[in-house]
């Protein structure tokens, strides 16, 4: 039994996916035909999905500020992590801009997606740009230089010198792997010279003049202790952005293929997660959790994938990661090929016992 979902059909019955339908009380249905309802765009929830998360991002983010002033580093640790949270919030809808699935018409996609862009620390176009990138290689064992979370396959570990197997463990011990990684992706990445010429230096220098004055505007306001707590913020959301990322893709019945085998269709159910972690988290991250269907259908606005996801589970059975198995998922590293599931590291050999062949997680 895997510890995390597959979506919609057990992981190696893959006959749904070759059908793509499900039966309703009606006739046979596409999934992308159940899902098409729900891709449709309301200016209206979009402009109160942002106006309410930047007004809660600036309350936080000025409340935090004013207690770390008042020396009530409780409190302001506390509204610290609700802000990143809002921070995640708006990343999440900055990546519906970058999809042109938030706004009904492109051009105020793009307006919004540049706005918040100085809040989330994202160029807008380098995301958008690094995202498709994303969706065009999910589930594709040849094209794992695309900026993801690097994950070796069973074979390339066997094979690996100890010190890059020394490497990789460090890299994937969420210890590492989510405040390191947080930093990297959103301080770094998204203006590395390779993406910033990819999507225009200039864009991307732009975006970081305005980021520099909204520093210096909090500076002015509250000096080098409310660039902390911003700093601190950015910190808090980054490994909250990583630790969704890192779920999304990486449970054990996920999906890795090569081509020409690799499916395009299965990689979108099956190689992205649906989290269930309560309604809670859902409103805090944007829904952005209901990942699968988004990356089968990513027409959908986050205000409209809880619905959709939990419409659909209703005509199929369809599992779902809680926070038992999400967690649980830290410990798997490595791609089998052979079993079709992600592992963890092989157990090493007791002193004095002979290595065997390596079992594939059950």
């Known amino acids: 039994m895997g510890i995390g979902p597959v979506a919609w059909q057990p992981a190696r019955d893959v006959s749904f996916f070759a059908r793509d339908r499900f039966r309703d009380s009606g006739p046979m249905t596409t999934v ?5 309802p729900y891709c449709q765009r309301s200016n209206a929830r979009a402009v109160r999905s942002c106006l309410a998360t930047l007004a809660f991002y ?17 409190a302001a640790a506390g509204l610290i992590v609700l802000n990143a949270f809002g921070g995640v919030r708006l990343y999440v809808l900055q990546h519906d801009c970058g999809h042109a699935s938030l706004f009904e018409s492109r051009r105020l996609n793009d307006l919004a997606g540049y706005g918040l862009s100085t809040f989330t620390l994202t160029p807008f176009r380098a995301m958008q740009y690094n995202h498709n990138v994303h969706h065009a290689h999910i ?5 794992r230089d695309t900026g993801e979370i690097h994950t070796m396959t069973l074979r390339e570990w066997e094979n690996a010198p100890w010190h890059r197997r020394l490497a990789y463990r460090i890299y994937r011990n969420p210890l590492f792997l989510l405040p390191v990684g947080g930093l990297y992706t959103y301080l770094l990445r998204y203006r590395w010279p390779k993406n910033a010429m990819t999507v225009g230096l200039s864009e991307v220098m732009a975006q970081n003049a305005v980021l520099m004055a909204w520093l ?25 952005g990583v630790f969704l990322v890192y779920l999304q893709h ?11 085998d690799l499916s395009p269709r299965k990689a979108a159910l099956v190689g992205a997660s649906a989290l269930d972690l309560g309604a809670v988290w859902d409103l805090a991250t944007g829904n952005i959790a209901y990942h699968d269907i988004h990356h089968f259908n990513a027409r959908i ?24 198995a999400a967690l ?4 798997l590293k490595l791609w089998d090929e052979t079993a ?14 002979r290595p065997g062949p390596v079992a594939p997680a059950r």
């Not at 994938?305 to 926070?323: G, K, Y």
């Open 301 to 324: 606005p986050s205000y409209n994938l809880r619905r959709c996801h939990l419409a659909l589970r209703r005509e199929l059975d369809a599992p779902v990661i809680h926070w038992p």
């Open 139 to 143: 589930g594709d064992l040849d094209a």
């Open 32 to 36: 992308r035909e159940f899902t098409r």
């Open 250 to 260: 990486n449970f054990e019945d996920t999906y890795w293929d090569r081509r020409p």
């Open 58 to 74: 600036f309350l936080t983010l000025w409340a935090a500020i004013d207690a770390a002033l008042g020396g009530l580093w409780a």
């Open 216 to 240: 210096g505007l909090i500076w002015a306001l509250a000096g080098v202790t409310g660039l902390w707590v911003w700093l601190a913020t950015v910190f808090v959301a980054g490994m909250i």
């Open 328 to 331: 649980a998922s830290f410990r």
């Open 340 to 353: 079709g599931k992600l592992v963890p590291f092989p157990r090493s050999p007791a002193p004095g016992e």
